[in-house]
């Protein structure tokens, strides 16, 4: 059976993450120092699935620049750029247009999906039911804002919900966790000349209409980043361990954490699990981590303390402040004495003075 292509859908806005998407794509913000969608490849690279097309509609060229690093020997990347977006199906079937229709089987990923799901069994479980589409489900304790996934005992599709208004009709914690296996041949039943939903058309319409579609549940690692709280935690569960990536920071590891060519700590203390990018340098009696993620060429001044906190690029941290619980995108300066308190999200280029507090309301 050869492997199925991969489409990545990465043409969304990420409202949801702003203010770190007002300065850089969702589907490229860094986990750990590498962007995003370098954790999806590498996903469908370990599972042996090299023909990957990425499906990109708003700044495609953040994707592309970021993206160049995770080209891999064997990997073929083909991005598809729709002139308006697509919504999700549209998005699929025109990717598919683009890069030669054809038939076979297509592997579809959402691109903010943060998982070690094993497609290999889920290829498996597709073939052997004879399914034409397939679902990885996954279940979360508050599965309102996804789409929700009804099944029979077999596995078999019964309903699909997205996002459901009314109360009673969240009828189960089983969500649609942005992973489907769909024979090419279907895709035609999405509208070529209009955006598309697959959640809200193509996947109720196949129930409907009786086409064998199954879903696919297998305890997995799973979460969607696409809010500033999930994407922090998504870093915290990489670093402890929780999800099996084939990727790993830049750099190299040392006493449980990671660090980058040219990053230095000396007289610091840097306390595991964390991970500091390239040229990174964390000054004398500064003392960062644990759960810190420094990015590449910022600066942590002298007796500073950083605690689970994620830093893009060249952030400048002042002598003696305390960043905790915080997401702080590229080329902030934060002064000296400032203290930078749980849950607070800082936009790429703010400024933040000496002695000033910062804490969410
Ligand atoms: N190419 C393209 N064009 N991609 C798009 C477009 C578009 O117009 N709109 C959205 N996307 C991409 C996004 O970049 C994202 O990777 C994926 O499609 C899903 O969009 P989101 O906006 O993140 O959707 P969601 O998180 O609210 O819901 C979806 O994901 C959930 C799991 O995380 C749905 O598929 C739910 O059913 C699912 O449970
Ligand atoms: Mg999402």
């Not at 070690?116 to 039911?129: E, K, P, S, V």
């Not at 400032?338 to 000496?354: F, I, K």
């Amino acid at each position: 059976m050869p492997a199925p292509r991969a489409i990545i859908l990465a043409g969304g806005q990420g409202t949801r993450l702003r203010p770190l998407t007002l300065a850089r794509a969702k589907p490229v913000v860094p986990l750990l120092n590498r962007p995003f969608l370098a954790y999806q490849v590498a996903l469908l690279a370990h599972h042996g699935i090299a023909d990957i097309v990425l499906s990109c509609s708003y700044r495609v060229d953040d994707v592309r620049a970021a993206l160049g690093d995770a080209r891999a020997p064997g990997l073929t990347l083909t991005y598809v750029v729709e002139k308006e977006p697509l919504g999700t199906g549209g998005g699929v079937r025109y990717a598919l247009e683009q890069t030669g229709g054809g038939s076979g089987l297509v592997l579809v990923l959402n691109g903010d999906v943060l998982t070690d799901a094993d497609l290999g069994a889920m290829r498996a479980f597709h073939d052997a039911m004879h399914s034409r589409t397939t679902i990885f489900l996954t279940r979360v304790p508050d599965p309102r804002p996804y789409g929700l996934v009804e099944t029979e005992a077999d596995g078999r599709l019964r309903r699909f919900r997205e996002k459901p208004a009314a109360e009673e009709e969240v009828t189960t914690d089983t969500i649609n966790a942005g992973i489907y296996l769909i024979d090419a041949d279907l895709v035609a039943r999405l509208p070529a000349d209009r955006p598309a939903s697959i959640e809200r058309e193509f996947f109720p319409a196949l129930i409907a209409d009786g086409v064998p579609c199954f879903g696919f549940t297998e305890p997995a690692y799973w979460r969607d980043i696409g809010s500033p709280a999930a994407y922090h935690l998504a870093q915290v569960d990489l670093l402890d361990g929780r999800v099996r990536s084939p990727l790993s920071p830049p750099g190299s590891p040392r006493d449980g954490s990671w660090l980058a060519d040219g990053a230095r700590a000396t007289g610091a203390r840097l306390e595991a699990p964390s991970v500091l990018g390239p040229r990174v340098l964390v000054e004398s009696g500064a003392h960062v981590g644990p759960h810190a993620v420094i990015g590449e060429s910022s600066r942590i001044g002298a007796r500073a303390r950083v605690v689970n906190a994620v830093l893009w690029e060249r952030v400048h941290v002042g002598a003696e402040s305390v960043l905790r619980d915080c997401v702080i995108a590229a080329d902030v300066r934060i002064g000296a004495h400032a203290e930078v308190g749980a849950g607070v999200v800082l936009a790429a280029g703010a400024v933040v003075p000496d002695h000033a507090r910062l804490s969410r309301p």
